[in-house]
């Protein structure tokens, strides 16, 4: 059974999606246009997003680890996340 949607949506959104889905049936043999596909796909998914907050995570781990280790703690704080994960 096939479900139908009714979705209303601009003239200018329209012919702006005819057009990307009538790209993606032609072969991609240039290499710019492949570029600003990826590029479009990124931004639409926002993972540019994605990109600057795992950097920031990871710098902020990254940089916990280097202060715990270099504190000398580092066999105290595995004790810790033991007892924490495994509940001992």
Do not use: C
Request: net charge positive.
């Amino acid at each position: 059974m096939i479900n139908k949607i009714k979705v209303d949506i601009s003239e200018e959104a329209f012919e702006k999606l005819k057009r990307n889905l009538k790209s993606l049936d032609k072969p991609v043999n240039n290499k710019k246009t492949m570029t600003n596909k990826i590029k479009w796909l990124i931004d639409d998914l926002g993972l540019n997003d994605l990109s600057a907050w795992l950097w920031i995570t990871g710098g902020a781990a990254l940089t916990a680890a280097a202060l715990v280790f270099l504190t000398g703690g580092g066999a105290e704080v595995f004790r810790f996340w033991r007892v924490f994960f495994l509940n001992l």
